[in-house]
């Protein structure tokens, strides 16, 4: 079973910046295509970003454009997610999310359902 782990949640205050990592264990990362999800208390699971199998494509939600970026490095089985200028509003516990995809295909999944395995969620916490 594949598993995600994701790391590096925490109370910030706005405007300060945190970078979220998420290690894939049990499947080469190279042949997965990454997301970013989050769950703000009271909300439904959003789309945040993602990124492709090669790292070639990316996409955003329109609310974090310029202040979110997704990475990931294959070597090491890990997809980042670097939040800059972050906003109380950004609070929510932040989703890392995989799906596995043939070597031809290189493109991004911006729906949960696309998603076969899923992280535990890491806390962020955005104070004013």
């Known amino acids: 079973q594949v598993q995600l782990v994701e790391s590096g949640g925490g109370l910030v205050q706005a405007g300060g910046s945190l970078r979220l990592s998420c290690v894939v264990s049990?499947?080469?990362?190279?042949?997965?295509?990454m997301g970013w999800f989050r769950q703000a208390p009271g909300k439904e699971r959003e789309f945040v970003t993602a990124?492709?199998?090669?790292?070639?494509?990316?996409s955003y939600a329109d609310f974090v454009k310029g202040q979110f970026t997704i990475s990931r490095d294959n070597a090491k089985n890990t997809v980042y997610l670097q939040m800059s200028s972050l906003k109380p509003e950004d609070t929510a516990v932040y989703y890392c999310?995989?799906?596995?995809?043939?070597?031809?295909?290189?493109?991004?999944?911006?729906?949960?359902?696309?998603?076969?395995?899923w992280g535990q969620g890491t806390q962020v916490t955005v104070s004013s």
């Open positions: 999310a995989a799906r596995g995809v043939a070597y031809y295909t290189d493109v991004v999944y911006e729906n949960q359902v696309d998603y076969d395995y």
């Open positions: 990124i492709s199998r090669s790292g070639g494509s990316t």
């Open positions: 049990r499947r080469t990362l190279s042949t997965c295509a």
